[in-house]
Structures are given as structure tokens and as C-alpha cells.
């Protein structure tokens, strides 16, 4: 199977950034459609962001103060955090989609492969 590897979570304060990583040895990410999940205890797993072919879509509630990317010849997929609230604070999934026609959705539905997370967290 894919095995994904996130990395760079941690214990900020509100208003802080963190920039988290993904990398895979098993395949080159310019060949997947990349996302990031997030899930805070007792909560449902949410997409945040993902790369579609070179398209980028975010959830809501972090337009304008995450960005995702990713790094070819590394073969890793960042998310880069601004801004960050207290409301944030999740387990941070990297993740694959199956299919094009599902990536822009960010659906927990059809996602192919999870990495293990990072956990970040945000204080006030």
C-alpha cells in the first residue's frame, strides 16, 4: 500500500504558524491527487485543503490562511498554517483521493490511502 509520513505538528499560540509535511518513498506525488484532513477528539474527520492537478481547493474556514503545495522532486506536499486559532487544534491526516473527479470535494468518503497524522494544537 501507499505509506504517507506527516510531520511538524506541535504547541502553538493563537495567531501563530506552523508547516506541516508530507512524504511518501512509495510513489511520486505529481502522479496522486494530495490532500490534508483534520480531526479534533470526539469530532468527525474534515478535509482543510487539496491539490488537484495543480488546483488547489481549501475548506471554509481556513481560505485565506493555509496554502498547500507540494515539492516534486522531494515527493512531499506541505501545508503551510498562518494565522492559527484555537479552533485548529486537530490531528492533522495527510491524505490521498481516488479519483479526480472526487479531489476538489475534500470528502473523507474517497480518500485512497491516510498517513498516521501530527498533532497540532493551539492555545489562546
Known amino acids: 500500500q501507499v505509506q504517507l509520513a506527516e510531520s511538524g505538528g506541535g504547541s502553538v499560540q493563537a495567531g501563530g504558524s506552523l508547516r506541516l509535511s508530507c512524504v511518501t518513498s512509495?510513489?511520486?506525488?505529481?502522479?496522486?491527487?494530495m490532500a490534508w484532513f483534520r480531526q479534533a477528539p470526539g469530532k468527525e474527520r474534515e478535509g482543510v485543503a487539496g491539490?488537484?492537478?495543480?488546483?488547489?481547493v481549501y475548506a471554509d474556514s481556513v481560505k485565506g490562511r493555509f496554502t498547500i503545495s507540494q515539492d516534486n522532486a522531494q515527493n512531499t506536499v506541505y501545508l503551510q498554517m498562518n494565522s492559527l486559532q484555537p479552533d485548529d487544534t486537530a490531528m492533522y491526516y495527510c491524505?490521498?483521493?481516488?479519483?479526480?473527479?472526487?479531489?476538489?470535494?475534500?470528502?473523507?468518503?474517497?480518500?485512497?490511502?491516510w498517513g498516521q497524522g501530527t498533532q497540532v494544537t493551539v492555545s489562546s
Open positions: 512509495t510513489y511520486t506525488v505529481s502522479t496522486k491527487y
Open positions: 491524505a490521498t483521493i481516488i479519483s479526480l473527479s472526487k479531489c476538489r470535494g475534500l470528502d473523507r468518503r474517497f480518500v485512497g490511502y
Open positions: 491539490i488537484c492537478t495543480g488546483s488547489e
